[in-house]
């Protein structure tokens, strides 16, 4: 059974840091690229950071130079490393597994995490 979960979520003060871990089963994400997605209340999902099989990352502008996607092949994970958090930042952060060597593609979702920036 193919799972997506995402942990390490939660309620963080303006300028703090959180770690995002996206554990996956029942596949391997060695050959897909891994993206961070969030959705903000009455807002649409946003990619916010992305990381190729072969490690090259990519950000949304908003969070240039605060959040670094990382993964670990070996512990079938995907990590998001956000610091210098801004209540705009606030939202449900989703994994997403995209597999596009195939047609059609192969896109894997998690049930996602809440985080709240708040003071």
């Known amino acids: 059974q193919v799972r997506l979960v995402e942990s390490g979520g939660g309620l963080v003060q303006p300028g703090g840091s959180l770690r995002l871990s996206c554990a996956a089963s029942?596949?391997?994400?060695?050959?897909?690229?891994m993206n961070w997605v969030r959705q903000a209340p009455g807002k649409e999902r946003e990619l916010v950071a992305g990381i190729s099989r072969g490690g090259i990352t990519n950000y949304a502008d908003s969070v240039k130079g605060r959040f670094t996607i990382s993964r670990d092949n070996a512990k079938n994970t995907v990590y998001l490393q956000m610091n210098t958090l801004k209540p705009e930042d606030t939202a449900v952060y989703y994994c997403?597994?995209?597999?596009?060597?195939?047609?059609?593609?192969?896109?894997?979702w998690g049930q996602g995490t809440q985080v709240t920036v708040s003071s």
């Open positions: 029942g596949f391997t994400i060695s050959s897909y690229a």
């Open positions: 997403n597994a995209h597999l596009n060597t195939v047609y059609p593609p192969i896109d894997y």
